[in-house]
């Protein structure tokens, strides 16, 4: 059961409280029918919306979480780079260091 599925529930479940609500306080068989119709309608509508909005905030937190991960990288990387930067900078004063003595 996916995201897709979401407006499918959504009305189903409104249709069925329709359903006893309309049985329950002995509506017609043509009020019942329209009733449900309606209900149905607005919220399959209601339900596709909010299907919409979750991949929305889906598809938004994906962007978040890779350039987190790029940013994590690069710091890494710029990590990593300091450090050979400061190796390399203390094997020259050892070296010059060794040389003067």
């Known amino acids: 059961m ?3 599925d ?4 959504v009305m189903l479940v409104a249709g069925a409280v329709t359903c006893i609500i309309t049985f329950v306080k002995n ?13 149905l309608v607005i919220f399959y509508i209601l339900g596709s919306i909010l299907e919409q909005l979750i991949t929305k905030f889906e598809k938004q937190n994906e962007e978040k979480r890779k350039a987190e991960e790029q ?4 710091a890494e990387e710029k990590e990593k780079a300091e450090a050979e930067k ?12 060794e040389a003067e003595e």
């Open 6 to 9: 979401l407006p499918l529930i």
């Open 71 to 74: 940013a994590a990288k690069e």
């Open 86 to 97: 400061n190796a390399t900078e203390e094997a020259a004063k050892k070296a010059l260091d």
């Open 27 to 39: 509506y017609s068989v043509l009020g019942k029918l329209v009733s449900l119709f309606v209900v």
């Open 2 to 4: 996916g995201k897709k």
